[in-house]
C-alpha cells in the first residue's frame, strides 16, 4: 500500500497537552478544508515528490518520489527515531484521508493523529490504533468550508468516536474575532460527549495580536461546561522548529 507524504522529519510536538514531547512528523497530502491560518497550505495538494529528514532534528532534507509505500515509510521513520522520540505524529493535510494506509503501518510505536476531525467514517477504522487523538474543532470565522454545520457534526462524531479508546483532546484556534457566541456550538458539542476531555485553545500564530483578555474570557466560557481548558500557543514556532 502507498500514500502521498508530504514530509517526514523528528521535532518537538508544539502544540495540545503533549506539547514538549518529541516525535517523528509524517505529513500527509490532501485536505479537504481551507483554514484561513493554515500554515502547511502547500500539504493541501497531491504533488509527485516527498521530503524526507535524512539526520533526526537536523532540518537537512532530500526528495523521494510519491506515493510512498507503508514499508520504506516504516523504514524511514526507524531512522529518524531517537531515545527520547515518544510518538509517530500523523498530520497533514488530513491524515484521515489517508486512514486504510495508517491502518496497514502497524508501527511499533505509538500513533498520535492530528486530525480536523472532518471524517467520522474513516476515524471508525482506526479507533482501535490510535493512542493520541489532536482533534480539532473549526469555529465560523476560520473559513475553513461552505458547510460548518456538517462539519461540525461530522468533528463531534469524530471527537466521540476517539474518545472510546484513545487519550483524546480538542484543539481550537482563536482569532481576534473570535467570541463566546463562535465558541459556543463546540463547547457544548464537547460537553455533550465528555466533560472531561480537555480543551486547548490555541491563539492564531500570526501578527494579529490576541489580547489576554479576551484569551481569559474564552476560558472562562468554556470552564463552566468543560472541566480542563487550557490556552497553549504554538510553541514549536516560537522556538523556530518545523
Known amino acids: 500500500m502507498q500514500a502521498h ?7 518537538i510536538q508544539g502544540e495540545g497537552t503533549h506539547a514538549g514531547t518529541r516525535q517523528v512528523f509524517v505529513r500527509f497530502q490532501q485536505c479537504q478544508l481551507h483554514c484561513q491560518y493554515c500554515d502547511t497550505p502547500r500539504s493541501r495538494q497531491v504533488t509527485y515528490s516527498c521530503r524526507i529528514e535524512k539526520i533526526p532534528a537536523t532540518g ?6 510519491n506515493p510512498v509505500s507503508r514499508d520504506y515509510l516504516i523504514e524511514t521513520i526507524q531512522k529518524l527515531w531517537s531515545p527520547s522520540t515518544r510518538h509517530i505524529s500523523l498530520t497533514g493535510g488530513e491524515p484521515l484521508i489517508q486512514a486504510d494506509f495508517i491502518r496497514e503501518l502497524n508501527a511499533e510505536h505509538p500513533l ?3 486530525t480536523n476531525s472532518g471524517f ?11 493512542a493520541v487523538a489532536s482533534c480539532d474543532i473549526k469555529l ?6 461552505r458547510h460548518y454545520d456538517d462539519l461540525l457534526k461530522n468533528e463531534l462524531e469524530t471527537i466521540a468516536i476517539f474518545n472510546e479508546s484513545a487519550e483524546t483532546f480538542v484543539k481550537i484556534v482563536v482569532l481576534p474575532e473570535t467570541t463566546k457566541g ?3 456550538s463546540a463547547v457544548n458539542g464537547i460537553a455533550s460527549i465528555d466533560r472531561n476531555i480537555p480543551l486547548i485553545l490555541q491563539p492564531v500564530t500570526s501578527d494579529r495580536r490576541i489580547h489576554a483578555g479576551k484569551l481569559f474570557e474564552l476560558m472562562d466560557f468554556a470552564g463552566e461546561k468543560l472541566k480542563d481548558v487550557r490556552v497553549i500557543p504554538q510553541t514549536h514556532k516560537m522556538m523556530g522548529l518545523l
Do not use: G, M, Q, W
Not at 507524504?5 to 521535532?11: A, D, K, L, Y
Not at 537537512?60 to 518520489?65: I, L, Q, Y
Not at 467520522?120 to 490510535?130: G, H, T, W
Open 5 to 11: 507524504i508530504e514530509e517526514v522529519f523528528n521535532s
Open 120 to 130: 467520522p467514517d474513516e476515524a471508525r477504522k482506526l479507533k482501535d490504533v490510535i
Open 140 to 145: 465560523p470565522e476560520h473559513d475553513s468550508t
Open 112 to 114: 498520535y493523529l492530528e
Open 182 to 184: 463562535s465558541l459556543s
Open 60 to 65: 537537512d532534507f532530500h526528495t523521494v518520489k
